[in-house]
T-cell receptor, first 111, second 112 residues
Framework: KNQVEQSPQSLIILEGKNCTLQCNYTVSPFSNLRWYKQDTGRGPVSLTIMTFSENTKSNGRYTATLDADTKQSSLHITASQLSDSASYIC??????????FGGGTRLMVKP | DVKVTQSSRYLVKRTGEKVFLECVQDMDHENMFWYRQDPGLGLRLIYFSYDVKMKEKGDIPEGYSVSREKKERFSLILESASTNQTSMYLCASQGANTGELFFGEGSRLTVL
């Protein structure tokens, strides 16, 4: 069964600190993995996409990694800001274009 | 920029009422989706459509139906709303080349 597990479920950090969110998946065959950011009361927005051949990709203060062998991805946020407070959702796409969603990590950045 | 517009941000309905949630996208995407999002359960797929007049059941289609009469519009219908359908509903369209989902702002439905 295709599954995407995210950890932690919730995370509180102080403004300016770094953090790392985890995504483990069992989706097969793998096509790509996306990280979405969802602000409270809004729809999710894509942050980055990782394909099989990519190990790391950055989008500003966000850096995503992918280890296709262990089926793990991480999203690292550097120098967090209050506006980073949101839910972060990992979505894995299989070769048949079926999407499997993780449950999300709720990040709260405190001043 | 891609725009996915959901007709209502907030709705309050009574048990048994018929509810229409409308979604319009302006990028000529063929694939469109309806999800509901509940605390602790994440996003769950209700229905999706890959072409006009085509629809496929997702993971939780019971109690819902959909309509795709035009390519840009995908409607979610609750024939007889129940309290357990109180939720945030998210519509998305999908680009064929990248597979990226573009979400609307969501419709928060409360059924009393």
């Amino acid at each position: 069964k295709n599954q995407v597990e995210q950890s932690p479920q919730s995370l509180i950090i102080l403004e300016g600190k770094n953090c790392t969110l985890q995504c483990n998946y069992t989706v097969s065959p793998f096509s790509n993995l996306r990280w979405y950011k969802q602000d409270t009361g809004r729809g999710p927005v894509s942050l980055t996409i990782m394909t099989f051949s990519e190990n790391t990709k950055s989008n500003g203060r966000y850096t995503a990694t992918l280890d296709a062998d262990t089926k793990q991805s991480s999203l690292h946020i550097t120098a967090s800001q209050l506006s980073d407070s949101a839910s972060y959702i990992c979505v894995v796409n299989n070769a048949g274009n079926m999407l499997t969603f993780g449950g999300g990590t709720r990040l709260m950045v405190k001043p | 920029d891609v725009k996915v517009t959901q007709s209502s941000r907030y709705l309050v309905k009574r048990t048994g009422e018929k509810v229409f949630l409308e979604c319009v996208q302006d990028m000529d995407h063929e694939n469109m989706f309806w999800y509901r999002q509940d605390p602790g359960l994440g996003l769950r797929l209700i229905y999706f459509s890959y072409d006009v007049k085509m629809k496929e059941k997702g993971d939780i289609p019971e109690g819902y139906s959909v309509s795709r009469e035009k390519k840009e519009r995908f409607s979610l219908i609750l024939e007889s709303a129940s309290t357990n359908q109180t939720s945030m509903y998210l519509c998305a369209s999908q680009g064929a080349n990248t597979g990226e989902l573009f979400f609307g702002e969501g419709s928060r439905l409360t059924v009393l």
